[in-house]
């Protein structure tokens, strides 16, 4: 789950990080009151989960309160490649001397936490690993041990900061690495971490991925989550327990197993099909939540074929076939649906859906399926 | 032949008295599983799997009454690394793990503990592992699968299914086959598995089915190279997957350029690997090999 830039600074701000000065609004009256208590320059910035803000006009500087009022009102009438802005953060703008890159997270082959630091803050990462990789230096942390002195050294010795700045980093480090831990984190980016003009370490920007197998240990981040989710079709699946991504194409994909759903979108492509949507029933489905399933592809109006691919282990056949039956009985759809049931029940599963009044194309294995489902989706 | 598992396992279930524990259970039961005992904290002294099976407070205690070795946890996630620690500070030298959803940090120190405890694990969010004919241990149904010499090492749960009944319809067997699971901080990865697969007398091709996320691939590709002889067929599946989404698995999710499934892909088949473009094409590969 990918937290907001003001969440994170939350976060931070309570395990005394420091951050700019600031708070959030969703309005632009909001926004007046905050520019006018912080005084002064103010950085406005759109709350949106995805990067290169700046570049797409979702960060800027303004000079008094009424700019702030209406910079907000324009930010928050607009989108930011693609998404609505909703909050925006007014915060303090600061005179920055140097910016630097501090980012903590797993490297899984290891199975360790690795913090990362790059002289090169401000832009991304990934780029940076392109065009200047020499400047990127990675300290692996043992989770019995934590990070040590000789690894701060070499830390610190790669950033060249100031001497008087040196206690300062490796407290704001020590206590990003504790907030990693305790918060569950799969991401915990601070860039820039920037040296201001007054000679201060200050968290200018900041953001979080926190694992979402974590989340039931955390209420508040599964509060935040209820939020950012609440209407989407993402969080009815999520609370069926179903897997679902959407995606661009008209083949609507529903299987179980995540492997396997990612392979039926794959092999429907290698027939010139473009899958819907990546959706993973899980195991086990009853006849329920394979209803919920359909519904939630039937409810998109690209989809113009369904495949639905099903190899039963603990999943039964006949299970995924009354819910099926069910859904189209609820909804009936002239859109073509495909359907393969291989593994436990598979006979009964066939029968089922023979013996119901549904219209359904049968076909006895992914491959066969795959390729009637995309044939379908370029007919309709 | 086999790895891991054989006609010796002697199985205890952690979790036997929940839901998933006692109907997997009754299946490796009827498989021809060795379960020896069950533990649920409470429940010692009752009896599980219409009475065959003993059920004790604890790991320690089980293995006190009983000859385990193994055991394999059906526990939820918030409770289920607590499980692994158990089994392995009490002795178990391979633990096999079906649960999903356990957080990864909590994976991170697991690993590490487990490491100095010589304990070998599989999974998390895995289906166990079968070696047909002789062990199940996890959820691999055990009508797909056939003895053979094929040993089949993958991330996917229902994808493997997919696979080893389209080799059991070819005639081809498997010697064992290993579900390494789909998080991204796991017990026993690629590389361990086709260690023991080249070194196992039972096992004459290899097949590995990987997905995006992470570099286990490509680790597998440079130790295939260097290690392995005996032939190597292989799929990856999220071709289509777009960048930065969770596909179901934890660790399906491409974070950068090595996620990529081309990737690994591409450095699976410069290492000799026979990389098959659909999982149905596996069998023809393996067999036509």
Redesign the interface.
């Known amino acids: 789950m990918k937290l907001h830039e003001y969440q994170t600074k939350g976060i931070l701000s309570e395990a005394d990080i420091p951050v700019p000065l600031g708070d959030v609004t969703e309005t632009s009256e909001g926004a007046q009151r905050i520019a006018q208590e912080l005084g002064g320059q103010i950085a406005v910035k759109a709350q949106v989960l995805v990067g290169g803000r700046g570049k797409s006009g979702g960060i800027l500087v303004v000079d008094d309160l009424i700019e702030a009022g209406r910079a907000v009102e324009r930010l928050l009438s607009s989108a930011i490649k693609g998404i609505p802005v909703k909050q925006v953060l007014l915060e303090q703008a600061l005179s920055i001397k140097r910016e630097l890159y501090l980012g903590i997270t ?1 490297d ?2 290891r ?3 690795v913090v990362i630091v790059s002289t090169e803050g401000g832009v991304d990462i ?1 780029e940076t690993s392109q065009a200047l990789p020499e400047t990127i230096v990675k300290v692996y942390v ?3 041990v934590g990070i040590r002195s000789y690894q701060f050294r070499n830390l610190l010795k790669s950033l060249s900061l100031p001497s008087n700045n040196h206690q300062e980093f490796i407290q704001i480090l020590e206590k990003l690495y504790q907030v990693f ?1 305790e918060f ?3 991401l915990l980016e601070v860039n820039p971490l920037a040296l201001t003009n007054s000679g201060r370490l200050v968290a200018l920007d900041a953001k979080m991925i926190v ?4 989340l ?2 955390h209420p508040v981040l599964l509060s935040m989550q209820r939020e950012e989710l609440d209407e989407t079709a993402e969080h009815q699946a999520r609370q069926a327990g179903i ?1 679902h ?1 959407p ?1 661009e194409g008209s083949i609507g994909c529903l ?9 039926t ?6 027939f010139g099909g473009a ?1 819907a949507n ?1 959706l ?1 029933v899980g ?1 086990g489905a009853k006849p329920e939540r394979i209803a919920v399933a359909m519904s939630l592809i039937l409810g998109n109006p690209r989809v113009r074929s369904i495949l639905v691919n099903i ?1 039963g ?3 039964r056949c006949d299970d995924v076939a009354r819910g099926l039956v069910t859904a189209l009985e609820m909804a009936p759809t002239r859109v073509p649906v495909t359907v393969r049931l ?3 029940n598979e006979t009964e599963g066939h029968r089922i859906i023979e013996e119901s009044d549904v219209t359904v194309h049968l076909a006895p ?3 066969a399926a795959a390729q009637m489902a995309a044939a379908a989706a370029d007919n309709g | 032949m086999a790895i891991l598992i054989d006609k010796n396992t002697r199985v205890l279930v952690q979790g036997i008295t929940g839901r998933e524990g006692e109907f997997h259970a009754a299946k490796m039961l009827s498989y021809g599983t060795k379960i020896v005992g069950g533990v649920t904290p409470g429940k010692g002294g009752q009896r599980a799997c219409d009475g065959r099976v003993p059920v004790f407070d604890s790991v320690a205690e089980a293995l006190a009454s009983t000859e385990a070795n193994t055991s394999v946890i059906y526990v939820p996630a918030r409770f289920a690394v607590d499980a692994i620690f158990e089994a392995s500070d009490a002795g178990i030298s391979l633990v096999v793990c079906i649960t999903e959803g356990i957080p990864v940090l909590d994976m991170v120190r697991t690993r590490a503990f487990l490491e100095m405890q010589g304990t070998q694990l599989i999974g998390p969010n895995s289906p166990g592992l079968i070696s047909p004919g002789l062990c199940s241990v996890g959820i691999i149904p055990g009508n797909i699968a056939r003895p053979g010499s094929v040993g089949i090492v993958s991330r996917s749960g229902t994808l493997t299914y997919e696979v080893i009944y389209g080799l059991t319809q070819r005639g081809s067997g498997q010697s064992t086959c290993v579900g390494i699971g789909g998080d991204p901080v796991i017990g026993m990865g690629f590389v361990d598995i086709l260690r023991l697969f080249q070194e196992d007398p039972g096992t004459s091709h290899i097949v590995l089915i990987g997905e995006i996320g992470g570099t286990g691939e490509q680790h597998a590709a440079k130790f295939i190279r260097e290690f392995v002889d005996k032939p190597v067929t292989g799929f990856v599946a999220g071709r289509t997957a777009p960048h930065g989404k969770r596909m179901g698995h934890a660790g399906a999710i491409v974070e950068g350029a090595s996620g990529l499934a081309v990737e690994k892909i591409k450095m699976l088949q410069s290492c000799g690997v026979r990389m098959a473009q659909y999982p149905d094409q596996i069998a023809d590969l393996v067999v036509g090999a």
């Open positions: 797993l899984r082959e199975g360790l936490p990934e043992h989770p019995c831990w569950d984190g799969a694992d979402d197998n974590g039931f240990r897997s991504v995606l299987v179980n197993g995540a492997g396997l759903a990612m392979a979108m794959d092999v429907l492509e290698l899958p990546f993973d195991g190899f282990g603990i999943t291989a593994g436990t294995t992914l491959h």
